[in-house]
């Protein structure tokens, strides 16, 4: 290990309670050494990525990313993978490792992701991942449709067999408890024959089990769906007089939750409602789990619309998806996304008449993505990152209050979060609201932010207060001079109301009365156009000369939010899909696995695997490579392209394996091959246990007497 790659470090040991200081020496790493990448529970439209690195001591190594559909030619280039340093919060600890997302993919589709890891102090690499995208979830052309009546329900339930869809009658039908599963490929469907015809007056629970749908039924109380798997409810009506669908205990993992309307008991839009001590009920849609997609519903009327679980509670909450919703009237939290342990997607949705608009309290090392959501008429603050929350990344969301325009109040310090091209706006109408203070107007209030948080590229304005003031961590600033120059917002501008082409109005005088959500589009010219940075995999294809600030680039159809259902006018390119497109990544360019028209491109075969650890590594389309490290693949030529020959693999060998040549590829017959890039020596990749706890994934540790204590409490809510 070269010098410049060590430094000395004080070692404590704990024993038998007590924590001893020893005089002892040890040698922290600061080069890398990369463990195995990995893509955990790909949802329909986005794919996790997950890296465990030991060393990096200094935290300045980086991860690229590109990708592409198997069989296509082209790379895309995504969003860098974010540095996840090895840390802990409230109970819950994590690894050292770098996360990150890809985005706006193509259902049901393989991906060959490219990451590159680059340490200056030693360990860079190169690597391929596969991942596929899971489909949308659609009733099997063999499945068998059972016609079921209020009088035959329960037998017919009982009988249940996979591919058996119960197709209900109308009528009022007593609540039921799902005793049968279903499979991955031919699941159980519980379906209204005609849409909120099929009333079930009392509660549906589907405790236990996997690969039950719900679709179209009217429920008269709560959805239930502890420790279970690849569960549906979609286009449902649910009213309740408490939690709209609940997924705890284990959770619920790889479910889709869309398309619905849950509506809760808080109606009350009040002072005496908001915040966590106020007179507020329910939680719209509240799970732990991994892997669940929670999309375009419309929620109304809780104490929190959108929620995860907290403290001991929450169990492997990460690769979730929440899109597309349309959520009003959440008197604590519009989205409470606690707890949340990396690769959160809180993406394109609606949020209006809510105390908060997104809480991360905390993030528990992240990733947790906040992008193009619109906050209109939230009180207390638009981001909760309190509870010393770690990774919080916020891109292009527009946000209009009464109040501080962005302010966290958390009283500890929060660490490691990224803003980017949002727009923050608040003003006159700031008081005390549900016992707290939303602030008198300031520009930003963030005073316990440290110096691993970067904010830049961020529009920002006070309405009716005439000053343009706040404070970022340690630093205060009185102008947007001051604000470029003693703060990371190098690139901030002002806006005003102007920035919008319709005429909205600033809650000038409170968040009382209810507000109805307005239109947040820009105008041209605005302050906001032209103002952002680009961002890979987030605002590719953006007009002008530079993206847009907040959630609508100048000129573009906002997503639909809320439910899909009686026909959505699609907009292709606009990384929503609507209506009948089979697809939507942001663009009209076809070659990249979604056509001009936003349908699935076919693709070829022949395209290269991914390399595994110590494993037969391959390369891509004929290309020709120098020296993998492990041993060596052949590679191999996509149909039609690049056909010479192919080097080695790749691949990372285990420690002390050393470098092998890899052996000689082909592939059909193409043009020539350019130079591969060339392999790099494997290191250790041993998992490394951190606190005494077990790794979940090789990434997540969940402390020890934590874990202990989530054992002991019932599993049944």
């Known amino acids: 290990m070269p010098a410049r790659a060590l430094r000395s470090v004080a070692l404590t040991v704990v024993l038998a309670g007590a924590a001893l200081l020893l005089p002892t020496t040890v040698w922290a790493q600061a080069s890398t050494t990369p463990g195995t990448p990995t893509a955990p529970h790909p ?25 592409r559909a198997v069989g296509s030619t082209t790379y895309r280039t995504g969003l860098p993978l974010r540095r996840v340093p090895a840390g802990s919060a409230e109970g819950h600890s ?31 690499m190169v690597t391929m991942l596969n991942a596929t995208t899971r489909p949308e979830p659609t009733i099997p052309a063999t499945a068998r449709m059972v016609a079921v009546t209020t009088s035959n329900f329960s037998s017919s ?5 996979p591919g058996d869809v119960l197709v209900l009658a109308s009528g009022t039908y007593q609540g039921f408890t799902a005793s049968r599963n279903g499979t991955a490929a031919m699941p159980i469907v519980i379906k209204s024959q005609t849409p909120g015809g099929a009333i079930i007056s009392g509660e549906v629970r ?84 991994a892997g669940t997609v929670i999309c375009h519903n419309f929620v109304r009327g809780f104490r929190d619309c959108i929620s995860t679980m907290e403290e001991d509670e929450a169990v492997d909450q990460r690769s979730i998806d929440i899109y597309g919703n349309d959520l009003q009237l959440g008197a604590d939290d519009c989205i409470e996304a606690d707890f949340t342990m990396g690769n959160v997607r809180i993406m394109r949705n609606r949020l209006t008449n809510c105390f908060v608009g997104i809480s991360g309290q905390p993030t528990l090392g992240g990733p947790m993505y906040a992008v193009r959501n619109v906050m209109y008429n939230v009180v207390y603050s638009p981001f909760k990152l309190h509870r010393g929350s770690v990774g919080d990344v916020a891109l292009h969301n527009t946000v209009i209050k009464s ?10 310090t929060w660490s490691r979060a990224m803003f980017r091209n949002n727009i923050f706006i608040g003003g006159q109408g700031g008081g005390t609201y549900g016992t707290y203070s939303n602030g008198s107007g300031q520009i930003a209030q963030m005073p316990d932010a440290d110096a691993t948080c970067s904010f830049d590229y961020d529009g920002f304005g006070s309405i009716g207060t005439n000053m343009f003031r706040g404070r970022i961590g340690s630093a205060s600033f009185t102008s947007l001079a001051t604000l470029q120059s003693a703060t990371t917002e ?142 060596g693949g052949s590679g191999t030529g996509a149909a039609g392209t690049t056909g010479t020959t192919g080097a080695g693999g790749r691949t990372t060998g285990a420690a002390g394996a050393g470098t092998i040549v890899g052996s000689a590829g082909s592939g059909p017959t193409g043009v020539a091959g350019s130079a591969g890039e060339r392999g790099v020596t494997g290191g250790c990749g041993c998992a490394v246990p951190v606190g005494g706890a077990q790794a979940v994934a090789g990434v997540w540790l969940l402390a020890a007497a934590t874990l202990a204590a989530r054992r002991r409490r019932s599993r049944r809510r």
């Open 43 to 67: 949802t329909l439209e986005n794919i996790s990525i997950v890296w465990p690195v030991t060393g990096d001591t200094d935290n300045d190594a980086t991860v690229s990313v590109r990708y």
């Open 94 to 124: 994590w690894v050292n490792h770098h996360s990150g997302s890809l985005f706006d993919l193509v259902p049901g589709t393989a991906y060959e992701i490219e990451l590159s890891l680059a340490d200056p102090d030693g360990g860079s």
């Open 157 to 161: 339930l009982s009988a249940a067999m």
């Open 206 to 289: 589907l405790e236990g089990r996997s690969y039950v749908w719900l679709e179209d039924l009217a429920i008269r109380n709560r959805v239930v769906l502890n420790d279970s798997t690849g569960i549906v409810v979609r286009g449902c009506t649910i009213t309740t007089p408490g939690s709209g669908v609940t997924g705890l205990g284990d959770g619920t993992v790889d479910s889709y939750i869309c398309d619905n309307v849950v509506t809760g008991p808080t109606t009350n839009w009040a002072d005496a409602a908001l915040g966590a001590e106020g007179d507020n009920l329910g939680e719209g849609i509240q799970i732990t789990g």
């Open 403 to 412: 109040g501080d325009a962005l302010a966290v109040y958390a009283g500890v």
């Open 490 to 631: 190098a690139h901030a501008v002002q806006v005003d109301m102007s920035a919008f082409a319709a005429s909205v109005m600033q809650p000038s005088s409170g968040p009382f009365p209810e507000r109805m959500p307005p239109d947040l589009r820009l105008a041209a010219g605005s302050a906001a156009v032209d103002k952002g940075l680009a961002l890979p995999g987030i605002n590719d294809g953006f007009a002008g000369s530079a993206p847009d600030l907040g959630a609508y680039e100048l000129g573009s159809t906002p997503p639909h939010y809320g439910p899909r259902t009686g026909g959505v006018a699609a907009v292709c390119g606009n990384r929503a899909r609507e209506g009948t497109e089979q697809c939507d990544d942001g663009n009209t360019t076809s070659g990249d696995g979604c056509s001009a028209t936003c349908t699935v491109e076919a693709t070829t075969t022949g395209a290269a695997g991914a390399s595994g650890t110590g494993a037969a590594g391959t390369t891509g389309a004929g290309v020709a490579g120098t020296t993998g490290t492990g041993r």
